[in-house]
């Protein structure tokens, strides 16, 4: 039986250009999502950007179980892996130690001990996504600090 959407979903349905929907869990996102992506041309290529891993297979299984194919489920970290890292042939390297980071980027804030903290920040979040070319780390992270 099909769903009979709510007010809020069905406005969502009909919008065109940009929005901005902020819900709460479990309130009907992912559905409004399926929904609309049934509602537009089966050429039509749709980003879902997920949250976390759980989240994009949860998606991932949802759109595919609604037969679409013009939706992309990706987290931010697989979408800027295929376009960064394999896009740029890049290789992933792991393993560098907090004094690494301050030489890689050239943490110098004149006492150590704060560059350590930093570079110790950037070694934390680069753990699982760490980029062999340094030119590449330099500008992220850097940015990013
Ligand atoms: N209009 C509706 N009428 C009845 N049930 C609905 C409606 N919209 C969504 N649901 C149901 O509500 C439940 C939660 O929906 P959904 O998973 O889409 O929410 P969500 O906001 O994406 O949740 P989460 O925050 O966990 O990602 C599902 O069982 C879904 O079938
Ligand atoms: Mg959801």
């Not at 099909?2 to 069905?10: A, F, N, P, R």
């Not at 891993?53 to 949860?58: A, H």
């Amino acid at each position: 039986m099909d769903m009979q959407l709510t007010v809020e979903q069905l406005a969502v349905l009909e919008t065109d250009g940009n929005l901005v929907i902020n819900a709460v869990a479990g309130s009907g996102k992912t559905s409004t999502l399926i929904e609309y992506a049934k509602s537009r041309p089966s050429d039509s290529r749709i980003l879902y950007l997920a949250f976390n891993r759980t989240v994009k297979s949860e998606a991932t299984q949802r759109f595919a179980r609604a037969s679409l194919s013009n939706v992309r489920v990706e987290t931010a970290h697989s979408l800027a892996f295929d376009y960064v890292v394999k896009g740029s042939g890049y290789r992933m390297s792991q393993g560098y130690k907090s004094y690494d980071w301050c030489e890689i980027l050239g943490i110098k804030t004149g006492d150590r001990q704060t560059d350590f903290v930093l570079a110790n920040h950037v070694k934390n979040s680069s753990a699982f996504f760490a980029i062999a070319k340094q030119s590449v780390c330099r500008t992220s992270i850097t940015a990013a600090l």
